[in-house]
């Protein structure tokens, strides 16, 4: 067995579907656990307790939206959690990826045109890829 346990953080968009792919045909092989997760960003400049009720809104329909995207994972019989996280994404993900000592994170990454964005620190994945201790599979 390769991997044991396996997240995907997803963004609940649309390009993650080919990273949840992946995810379960690398379960199924290695009969690995999986962890779908999802950071939802805070506002910045507003304090949190200000935005409570829009912050448990926002979790109560993430959290739905990934118990629908981990029942394939569930029908092929791989043992599937699912968290929803409020913070900055690449810290709440590094941190879930180092608590729960992940084998392997699989994310959906996109292509970045050059510019301002392209220079450095824009893209979650290339945070989480620059700090995280295990190893990473980015998916286009």
Same mark, same amino acid.
């Given at each position: 067995?390769?991997?044991?346990?396996?997240?995907?953080?997803?963004? /609940?968009? %649309?390009?993650?579907? =080919?990273?949840? +792919?992946?995810?379960?045909?690398?379960?199924?092989?290695?009969?690995? =656990?999986?962890? /779908?997760?999802?950071?939802? +960003?805070?506002?910045?400049?507003?304090?949190?307790? +200000?935005?409570?009720?829009?912050?448990?809104?926002?979790?109560?329909?993430?959290?739905?939206?990934?118990?629908?995207?981990? =029942?394939?994972?569930?029908? %092929?019989?791989?043992?599937?959690?699912? +968290?929803?996280?409020?913070?900055?994404?690449?810290?709440?993900?590094?941190?879930?990826?180092?608590?729960?000592?992940?084998?392997?994170?699989?994310?959906?990454?996109?292509?970045?045109?050059?510019?301002?964005?392209?220079?450095?620190?824009?893209?979650?994945?290339?945070?989480?890829?620059?700090?995280?201790?295990?190893?990473?599979?980015?998916?286009?």
């Amino acid at each position: 067995m390769l991997f044991k346990h396996i997240m995907v953080p997803i963004d /609940l968009g %649309a390009r993650n579907q =080919r990273a949840l +792919e992946t995810a379960l045909a690398l379960a199924r092989y290695d009969n690995a =656990r999986v962890t /779908l997760f999802h950071v939802i +960003e805070r506002v910045p400049g507003i304090a949190t307790d +200000e935005l409570q009720s829009f912050y448990r809104r926002l979790v109560t329909g993430s959290e739905r939206r990934l118990r629908q995207a981990a =029942r394939p994972f569930s029908r %092929a019989g791989i043992n599937v959690d699912t +968290e929803v996280r409020v913070g900055a994404p690449a810290a709440e993900i590094i941190r879930a990826a180092r608590d729960k000592r992940v084998d392997l994170l699989i994310m959906g990454s996109h292509r970045v045109k050059p510019g301002p964005r392209a220079a450095g620190w824009g893209t979650t994945s290339y945070k989480v890829g620059i700090f995280c201790r295990c190893p990473i599979l980015l998916i286009k």
